[in-house]
């Protein structure tokens, strides 16, 4: 790991704990409710570097249960959905893959069906999303400065809402860390006033 990397980790874990908490509308209020649920955590078509960060820091810092599924496994309909719609995005971005067209509730998909179709049990799926900032074109190295963020979501697959982690950084495997460990802080904290951790 650089010494950059390391000096930016409580920065990370700064931010996120300010942004990406139940307040900050970036999880569920009642995730971890349901003794039952199973948190889908959603590996792209490519399974890049940030579905193998998935693949590493679940099984490390979450604790409930979880199944990693492929895009291609989930229905159609909801996948295509999830590609047109989501957050506006921030000033300056440049949008990689989701062109943030929102739709009318009815317009999204007419119901699941088969092993997903359960939406006590995967009512959740924990993905994300890609953005670029542009910051300029450079005369000496003649290239654009850009730079990529990920950022983290939970789709509530019942209400089709999301919840996103409101905050960036260029440091994504730190990044997608402590958001999932303020994801089993909440799910644990609910299990346990349920009687059930």
């Known amino acids: ?52 960060a998935m693949q590493k820091h679940i099984p490390r810092e979450y604790k409930g249960a979880y199944e990693f599924v492929k895009e291609s496994q989930m229905p159609f309909k909801e996948m295509l959905a999830l590609t047109l719609e989501t957050k506006e995005p921030n000033k300056g971005d440049i949008v990689v893959g989701n062109p943030y067209e929102i739709l009318e509730e009815g317009d999204l998909f007419d119901g699941y ?14 993905h994300y999303r890609i953005s670029s900032i ?6 000496d190295t003649h290239r654009n400065n850009i730079v990529t963020y ?30 999932i460990r303020n994801i089993e802080d909440v799910r644990s904290a609910n299990a346990l006033s349920h009687g059930y951790e």
């Open 150 to 179: 990920t950022h983290f979501f939970i789709r509530d697959r019942k209400s089709q809402e999301f919840y996103e982690c409101d905050f960036r950084s260029a440091y994504m495997n730190d990044l997608m860390r402590e958001y």
């Open 113 to 126: 069906e088969g092993k997903y179709g359960d939406l006590e049990k995967y009512r959740y799926f924990l």
């Open 1 to 52: 790991m650089s010494t950059v990397q390391s000096c930016q980790r409580p920065f990370i874990k700064a931010g996120v704990n300010k942004h990406c908490k139940v307040e900050g509308e970036a999880i569920p209020i009642g995730f971890g409710n349901n003794p039952d649920m199973v948190l889908l955590c959603l590996i792209g078509p490519f399974e890049d570097y940030r579905d193998k």
């Open 134 to 139: 542009n910051f300029g074109y450079d005369e």
